[in-house]
């Protein structure tokens, strides 16, 4: 067949190119006939009626000229990359196109390779992903995780970095998108913003669940807490299950470790109990400390971590024992043994103040009982709120709350919830003459933000 399979040119055959008067051969015109039909047929009709047979080879052409275009838009078709790559090109500009994303499920450490590029990897258990170098990979280099089984903690190479940080814990239950720059790598930030959600602009301060008990194996020095989340201002953190700390140690992450902010348990002593989140992963822990207040919180042990807010209390008796208590709805607080805070202790005319059990350097609202009696057949006692100032007892003046003796040392009964100021007190007077009074302590309010 004259025509050239690798040129594509087409040569006559012998003897077919004529002069005057030459008497013509059929032999050759009839091989030449025969080669232009055969020609014909294996052309590819302009109109589309009729399909390649066999692949079609263009030229390697250019991002400038490609080897398959348009005649209209000569710049826009295809062309030959280096390295036998397929290239696209939209009016003289080249368009890039993702590898075909790979799937596969890791059980395990893994170290992610220049061949997982546009890979999604799930990780079916806690796991550490090592990258390889950025530079290795190379820019635009790309790869999806999904964490669904435990933590995958992503360590990129050396001193290389992955949004800044040494190190992304990315938690149970998410996934990332990380990008390598061929220097460092990045995410698409959407996991931070779903890690960080709650502390977006949002406002507010409360608590949910996180109820206090004592622990049914070591009632005297172990705390449990259930449960539940706590918010105060843009900060916020949550525990999906019940977490217990201890106040016979310092504090060490975890449940069932160490409590204390500092130094060691004390008797008769208030320990408050905050909220933490672990900086790198969110994660709920608690810190007990004697401070009412954040501030007072001594932060040496909890480098890393955010104290959210106060979440309740705990008081420890003469022996340095976390005194048993329930814990009911709205921070209502009820020792399980009523403290006797005032065993017939003198009270007179004059207005004095009094110390209870509860906890210092905070208002609290004490729940009490009294019993009273007085020598004199009249009398009453007025048992009241400090930030009221000096009341006068009595009838004509400012009432009272237990009496009146109608029987010379006779007793008399009562009950009430009273404010104390933050050391603990509550102010007491006598309607008249001198009499001794009782004080049972059932326990006390210590508002924390739970509504329920």
Request: charged fraction near 15%; proline fraction near 4%.
């Amino acid at each position: 067949m004259p025509r050239n399979p690798s040129t594509g040119v087409y040569s006559k055959p012998a003897g077919t190119t004529p002069s005057v008067g030459q008497v013509i051969d059929p032999v050759p015109w009839n091989a030449l006939t025969t080669d232009l039909g055969n020609e014909i047929t294996n052309s590819l009709p302009r109109d589309g009626s009729a399909p390649m047979v066999a692949p079609l080879k263009a030229a390697g052409g250019t991002v400038s000229g490609p080897g398959l275009g348009f005649a209209s838009t000569p710049q826009t078709g295809l062309y030959l990359k280096g390295g036998g790559l397929l290239g696209f090109t939209q009016n003289g500009v080249d368009v890039s196109f993702d590898k075909a994303s790979v799937y596969a499920a890791k059980s395990g450490d893994y170290t992610a390779l220049a061949s997982d590029d546009n890979a999604v990897h799930r990780f079916t258990a806690a796991a550490t992903l090592t990258l390889t170098a950025a530079s290795t990979l190379g820019a635009n280099w790309h790869y999806c995780v999904i964490a669904d089984g435990g933590d995958v903690t992503i360590d990129p190479n050396g001193v290389e970095t992955i949004d800044g940080a040494t190190m992304l814990v990315l938690k149970d239950g998410y996934s990332v998108n990380i990008i390598c720059s061929g220097a460092a790598f990045f995410t698409n930030k959407l996991f931070a913003r779903i890690q960080s959600k709650a502390d977006s602009s949002a406002v507010g301060d409360f608590v949910v669940g996180l109820i206090l008990s004592n622990n049914g194996g070591n009632p005297n020095t172990h705390i449990d807490f259930t449960a539940g989340s706590a918010r105060s201002g843009a900060s916020f953190v949550s525990s999906a299950a019940s977490f217990t700390k201890r106040v016979t140690g310092t504090f060490a992450a975890g449940t069932g470790a160490g409590g204390l902010d500092a130094g060691a348990v004390a008797a008769n002593a208030a320990y408050f109990t905050y909220a933490l989140r672990k900086d790198a992963d969110l994660s709920f822990d608690v810190v007990l400390s004697t401070s009412p207040t954040v501030g007072g919180i001594t932060t040496t042990l909890l480098t890393g971590y955010t104290i959210v807010k106060c979440i309740g209390v705990v008081l420890t008796d003469g022996s340095s024992n976390i005194r048993p208590f329930v814990l009911y709805p709205r921070d209502e607080y009820t020792f399980l043994t009523p403290v006797k805070d005032a065993v017939s202790v003198a009270i007179s005319t004059t207005s004095a103040l009094l110390a209870l059990t509860v906890p210092n350097g905070v208002k609290v609202k004490a729940k009490l009982r009294f019993e009273f009696t007085s020598s004199a057949t009249t009398n009453a006692v007025l048992l009241s709120d400090p930030a009221q100032g000096v009341l006068v007892a009595g009838a004509g003046s400012d009432g009272a709350n237990v009496g009146t003796i109608q029987v010379a040392n006779g007793f008399a009964v009562g009950s009430q919830e009273i404010w104390t100021n933050t050391s603990r007190q509550i102010r007491m007077t006598l309607g008249g003459a001198t009499g001794s009074i009782w004080i049972w302590n059932d326990g006390f309010h210590f508002p924390c933000g739970r509504s329920s």
